[in-house]
């Protein structure tokens, strides 16, 4: 049984900072211990925003208990700091990024390890070439209405407008303008192109390294959800890349992994050798849990065999289904 625990949180990508995300970690929290009639004590509130706020949960039973510091390895105000910049530069630099992912083939190779995911990359695609279709239709209709330059000057206002209008739409609902920054981040972190996220990967490897090198705790996870699992990956593969030694304490945990998002990418040669490092060398054991009504992660895939690595500790795959896990109300 283990007693006391060590976690290293890494939130997906969400225009938000640590202390949002620690809030919704308490409100969880105290549903599934709830649910599996558990008592649970959690300490430390969320204060100002730091790199690393941390929570500490007490969670015990019959006969047994467990101590865990969480530690959030936040990375929201780089994400802030895309969705800060004028909106024609984010929609220009997603769909830049958009077609990077296409011209290097890795939209191929997403249809190949898990091909639902085409679906979220089409999807600021075709949202923008319906607002194209739209305002060319209107164009278009006004000006076989009315002759003339009048017709062709008006046709082009409500069309442009049109166009603005499903765009600012598909905003509001579904936060188009987000997942175009989630692509820009994702193509420069393949490259290595933006300084601040590889400067925070490297601050991220200090504080794992400093942490568990002083923990006593009987397992120490690194935790991360979608995109967050390719800076968990870069970050403990550095931390690691010093005098901390591995062993069996060590687990990584991925759930909704955008991991592949950024692997398969054929400039992402530091990713893939960091994964390799993981698997092979260290041999961290590896729980990925993928969601089949999720179109934002990889069903079906796995973090080391679908990168062509099969030597080492091979990540085990969970296929969670939310309908089994929630009321029917929820799940709608």
Same mark, same amino acid.
């Given at each position: 049984?283990?007693?006391?625990?060590?976690?290293?949180?890494?939130?997906?990508?969400?225009?938000?900072?640590?202390?949002?995300?620690?809030?919704?970690?308490?409100?969880?929290?105290?549903?599934?211990?709830?649910?599996?009639?558990?008592?649970?004590? =959690? *300490?430390?509130?969320?204060? /100002?925003?730091? %790199?690393?706020?941390?929570?500490?949960? #007490? !969670? @015990?039973?019959?006969?047994? &208990?467990?101590?865990?510091?969480?530690?959030?390895?936040?990375?929201?105000?780089?994400?802030?700091?895309?969705?800060?910049?004028?909106?024609?530069?984010?929609?220009?630099?997603?769909?830049?990024?958009?077609?990077?992912?296409?011209?290097?083939?890795?939209?191929?190779?997403?249809?190949?390890?898990?091909?639902?995911?085409?679906?979220?990359?089409?999807?600021?695609?075709?949202?923008?070439?319906?607002?194209?279709?739209?305002?060319?239709?209107?164009?278009?209709?006004?000006?076989?209405?009315?002759?003339?330059?009048?017709?062709?000057?008006?046709?082009?206002?409500?069309?442009?407008?049109?166009?603005?209008?499903?765009?600012?739409?598909?905003?509001?609902?579904?936060?188009?303008?987000?997942? =175009? *920054?989630?692509?820009?981040? /994702?193509?420069? %972190?393949?490259?290595?192109?933006?300084? #601040? !996220? @590889?400067?925070?990967?490297? &601050?991220?490897?200090?504080?794992?390294?400093?942490?568990?090198?002083?923990?006593?705790?009987?397992?120490?996870?690194?935790?991360?959800?979608?995109?967050?699992?390719?800076?968990?990956?870069?970050?403990?593969?550095?931390?690691?890349?010093?005098?901390?030694?591995?062993?069996?304490?060590?687990?990584?945990?991925?759930?909704?992994?955008?991991?592949?998002?950024?692997?398969?990418?054929?400039?992402?040669?530091?990713?893939?050798?960091?994964?390799?490092?993981?698997?092979?060398?260290?041999?961290?054991?590896?729980?990925?849990?993928?969601?089949?009504?999720?179109?934002?992660?990889?069903?079906?895939?796995?973090?080391?065999?679908?990168?062509?690595?099969?030597?080492?500790?091979?990540?085990?795959?969970?296929?969670?289904?939310?309908?089994?896990?929630?009321?029917?109300?929820?799940?709608?």
């Amino acid at each position: 049984m283990i007693e006391k625990r060590l976690v290293f949180v890494f939130p997906g990508f969400e225009p938000m900072l640590a202390p949002a995300h620690m809030e919704r970690f308490r409100r969880a929290a105290e549903r599934s211990a709830a649910v599996w009639q558990a008592d649970l004590r =959690l *300490d430390g509130a969320p204060g /100002a925003p730091t %790199l690393f706020p941390s929570l500490r949960a #007490a !969670l @015990s039973g019959s006969g047994w &208990r467990t101590e865990t510091e969480l530690v959030f390895c936040d990375w929201g105000d780089l994400i802030l700091a895309y969705a800060a910049r004028p909106a024609i530069e984010r929609l220009s630099s997603g769909l830049l990024a958009l077609a990077d992912f296409l011209v290097t083939g890795t939209v191929f190779r997403y249809c190949r390890v898990s091909w639902r995911y085409a679906f979220f990359f089409a999807f600021p695609i075709a949202v923008m070439t319906a607002a194209i279709w739209i305002g060319w239709a209107v164009h278009a209709a006004l000006t076989a209405l009315l002759p003339g330059l009048a017709g062709s000057a008006t046709g082009f206002v409500l069309g442009l407008l049109a166009a603005l209008a499903l765009l600012f739409l598909a905003e509001r609902r579904w936060h188009l303008l987000t997942a =175009l *920054d989630d692509w820009a981040l /994702a193509r420069d %972190l393949c490259r290595e192109r933006n300084p #601040a !996220l @590889s400067a925070r990967i490297a &601050r991220q490897a200090e504080e794992i390294a400093a942490r568990a090198a002083a923990s006593d705790a009987g397992e120490i996870v690194v935790a991360a959800h979608s995109l967050g699992a390719s800076f968990a990956v870069l970050a403990l593969d550095q931390a690691l890349s010093g005098d901390l030694k591995t062993d069996l304490r060590w687990h990584i945990l991925t759930v909704g992994s955008s991991l592949m998002k950024t692997t398969l990418h054929p400039a992402a040669k530091t990713q893939r050798a960091a994964v390799r490092r993981l698997v092979a060398d260290h041999r961290i054991a590896w729980t990925d849990c993928q969601g089949l009504s999720d179109p934002i992660n990889f069903y079906n895939s796995n973090p080391a065999t679908s990168l062509g690595i099969r030597e080492g500790r091979i990540p085990v795959a969970v296929r969670v289904h939310f309908k089994r896990l929630v009321s029917p109300g929820t799940y709608r």
